[in-house]
Each structure stands twice: as structure tokens, then as C-alpha cells.
């Protein structure tokens, strides 16, 4: 009567099979075997894990990520491992973060952010100064976003200013403004070199900014030759 498109009616259906798959396995007591069959079916039963709420999800989901030898199977398993997250498991998050698969170590950086603490903090700061890949670097950035240490806040502005290339620049202040509860109408541009600096300048001024700075023992760099005449960013103002 309103029209169901193919595309909503597959994805309908291949809910109703997952619950379908999932209460059988509950009701005959078996579980999803993430150690045989090959890539895909592995993930397809990580999958099965990630949603079942299983007293031993956790753990499955860790066996799979330190183990498989897929990358992508490692992956999925991080990815559901974010739902389950325990104190215990933090040194197989540590450790992917320096696996051989550049999208693993991803997974994993922003997975970290989950811990929020110091510790997190400082080993996402370091993947930020040291990872070769740009992705993974994005990934730590974004899990600071979640971390309570106010080196967070000096790394997030730091890569603003200073981060290698326009994304790793937006999404660093993205994630600054995130942090401070900062809702803005119109997104700039690092590509727009003067303005970006003069905007970094006077965020610099900002009493959370320079809060954090103090907090972190770091020093607050003002360079005055970026500011421009006028404050051409009112947004800032009003997130204030």
C-alpha cells in the first residue's frame, strides 16, 4: 500500500534473517564460529556476535581481533570489541594500534579514544606525531575527541594549525570545537590560508584554550602577524 523499494525490502529481509539466525543459535545453544570458513563468513559471524548482547561477546570479538589472520576479519572484530569494551582489553587495543594493516591500526586508534584517560591520551598523541599513514592519524584525532586530558585540547589545536594537509587540518578543528560544545553555521576552510590563520589566532584567545594549555604545562604560541584587521569569523563569537 505505500510502496516498499527493492532496496528497503532486501535490507527488511536480511534483518528478519539475522534475527532469525540469532534466536536460533540461542535456542539450540550453539554459537557463531569466528575460527573457520573463510573472510567473509569469519565476519559475517562476527557480526552475529557484535549484536547478540552474549555474556562472551567480548571475548570472542577479542580472540578474533588479536588473532585472525584477515585484516579485515581484525577489523569487524575491533569494531564490535567497541561495544564490550573492558579494562582487560586495552593492551590488545595498544597493540593493534601497531599492526602490520593500516586499517587496523584506524579501528584501533579510534577505539582507544573509548578509554578517555590519560594513558589514552597520551598513546593517541603519539600516534598523531608519529603514524605514517593519514588515516590513522584521522583516527587518533577523532578518538581525542572523546579523551578528558586537557593534552587532548593542545593536540587538537596544534594539528589545526600546524597538521600536514587540509583534512588532517579540518578534522583536527572539527574535533577542537566538538570539544568545547561549539555549534558553528558555517564550516571554514583551511584552503583560505590567511583567514584559517587569523581564525586559529583568535580561538588561541579563548579562556578553555588557554586553560587547557596551562593545564598541560604547554606554551601558548600567539603569532599577532596572522590576525587580520577584522574578525571575519561572527560564528566564534557565538559559540563563546
Known sequence: MFGITGKTAWGAAAVVILVVVIAVRFFTGGSPDISSGNASQRISA?????????????????????????????????????????????????????????????????????????????????????????????????GLVRCDDPKSIVTLMDRAEHGAGREIKMIAMKGLLKKLGVRISRERDPSDGPGWRDLIQRWKWDRRIRKAYAAANERLVHRPQDRLGKDYHPERRRGQ
Open 46 to 142: 562476527i557480526h552475529e556476535i557484535a549484536v547478540s548482547g552474549s555474556a562472551d561477546a567480548g571475548e570472542m570479538l577479542a580472540s578474533a581481533a588479536a588473532d585472525d589472520p584477515s585484516p579485515k576479519v581484525r577489523c569487524e572484530a575491533l569494531a564490535g570489541l567497541s561495544h564490550y569494551l573492558k579494562p582487560a582489553h586495552r593492551e590488545l587495543i595498544r597493540k593493534s594500534t601497531k599492526d602490520a594493516d593500516p586499517g587496523v591500526r584506524a579501528v584501533a586508534a579510534d577505539t582507544l579514544g573509548l578509554y578517555a584517560d590519560k594513558s589514552a591520551t597520551a598513546d593517541l598523541v603519539a600516534i598523531v606525531k608519529t603514524e605514517p599513514e593519514e588515516n590513522v592519524r584521522q583516527a587518533a584525532l577523532r
